[in-house]
């Protein structure tokens, strides 16, 4: 065997033991979320059992601006998409508006388009003469049979209502999320230093409109780790990994701090659904 072949070996050995502990987690530990060695995205999800996972956030680079452009970029996509769908019911996809539309003819059998999401901000610095940009889409791809959960986003009087029958049908939350980039003196405390961070505030409602409380979250490509962040937050059990071990060294500083527990509020519906 050659050495690179033992180096791979080894990673996928080290990351199958760390899977097998996220899957004996507790959901009350401050191990919630684990952050696996850094590798490329179709590694991830063909390490990871079939059906494991509850959702999977994709947020690669965007073929333009930073992170460069590659020619394959909608097969890739593509395929990166496909492979989720071997894993998980729902799959979030960011990106521009124009660049992710191409993949809404390549949906994977058996998955549809649940939502179109928008990323709206004002604060976008560009200086490009014409239109500046001011939004980010996600898609929302998900399993013919798949679940989802607006009842979390209910406050704790609609929340009675809805579980005692009182509440006629369960109001949804926007399908256009609001919140300014992180930039200069906004969001200051919770900006890392990583050139495509998103608020924390954009992936809440994705985690959960599709979980509930103990549920798997993956982001293969996770930046600077808002995903893990959100598990926290929310008390999911997070699964993160990137191919840059720069990036996953945030994410691990990031997450080192006891989850909530799934008490009261928005998250409690999910206890006992
Ligand atoms: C848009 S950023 C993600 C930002 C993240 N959501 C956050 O809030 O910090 C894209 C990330 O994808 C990672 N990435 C790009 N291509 C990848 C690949 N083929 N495999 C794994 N990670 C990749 C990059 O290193 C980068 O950190």
Redesign the pocket.
């Known amino acids: 065997m050659s050495s690179e072949t033992t180096i791979a070996v080894d990673v996928a050995d080290e990351k199958a033991e760390l899977l097998e502990v996220s899957e004996s987690l507790d959901s009350e530990t401050k191990d919630l979320v684990t952050v696996l060695p850094?590798?490329?995205?179709?590694?991830?999800l063909s390490s990871i059992p079939e059906n494991t996972v509850t959702a999977t956030?994709l947020?690669?680079?965007?073929n333009k601006g930073?992170?460069g452009y590659r020619e394959d970029y909608h097969d890739w996509l593509e395929g990166v998409i496909a492979s989720a769908a071997k894993i998980s019911k729902h799959i979030f996809v960011?990106g521009f508006p124009e660049i992710v539309a191409h993949q809404l003819t390549r949906m994977p059998a058996g998955f549809k388009l649940m939502a179109w999401l928008t990323w709206y901000y004002k604060n976008c610095p560009s200086v490009i003469r014409g239109w500046r940009s001011a939004q980010n889409t996600c898609l929302h791809i998900a399993a013919e049979e798949a679940k989802i959960y607006p009842e979390n986003f209910l406050n704790p009087a609609q929340l009675e209502r809805f579980k005692s029958g009182k509440m006629r049908f369960v109001p949804g939350p926007p399908a256009v999320l609001e919140a300014p980039l992180n930039i200069g003196f906004v969001g200051k405390d919770e900006q890392?230093g990583?050139?495509?961070?998103?608020p924390v505030s954009v992936?809440e409602p994705l985690i959960l409109m599709t979980t509930r409380c103990g549920d798997v979250v993956l982001?293969?490509?996770?930046?600077?780790?808002?995903?893990g962040e959100a598990c926290i937050n929310l008390n999911r059990k997070g699964i993160l990994?990137?191919?840059?071990e720069e990036?996953l060294e945030i994410?691990r500083k990031r997450i080192q701090r006891e989850p909530s527990r799934c008490e009261s509020g928005q998250t409690l519906s999910l206890l006992d659904p």
């Open positions: 850094s590798g490329d995205v179709l590694d991830t956030i947020d690669p680079w965007y930073v992170g960011w890392t990583h050139p495509a961070q998103k992936i982001d293969p490509m996770c930046g600077s780790g808002t995903t990994c990137d191919e840059s990036w994410s």
